[in-house]
């Protein structure tokens, strides 16, 4: 059985936070399926055997060569990239596999996608404005009636 979480990686912007969701979701006995270009709209699972995986959402500025080698001769999987952030998983039985994001890289993507939100809002805010203003001007145009002009020719 399949199921598909839409929006998650908006919903779940900090890296933490989505790290936790797929964790949890892992552990009720649903295994992420690697994400393709449809990972930003949805994330597929499908429904496994309950099991203990490390999932690390990662930003990073390392040629992507170096650094999807490195991390397969780690014996981390790689289930795809949403937006910018590459997702990693590793299965474990015992002792969690440590953390190996770039907490700079990490910081100064969530900082950009704090700015891009804010002026996004920012946006969103004058173009309300502007059509209540719009809304309301025509209103004013219509309680004073018609306006009609009368030319005098001689």
Known sequence: ????????ALKYIVPT?????????????????PVGEMGLFYFEFVEAKPSKCRY???V????KHLYMQTL???EWEYMGNSGNCHIWRKTYEETRPKDFADRICRKNHCKRLGIAMLIFMVLCLAAALA???GYM???KMQAEGPRHVIYLVE
């Open 1 to 8: 059985m399949n199921s598909k979480v839409w929006f998650a």
């Open 17 to 33: 936070e989505m790290e936790y969701f797929l964790e949890e979701k892992a552990a009720e006995g649903w295994q992420l399926q």
């Open 56 to 58: 690390v959402v990662d």
């Open 60 to 63: 990073t500025a390392l040629p």
């Open 72 to 74: 397969s001769e780690k």
């Open 131 to 133: 059509l209540i203003w």
């Open 137 to 139: 001007y025509e209103g």
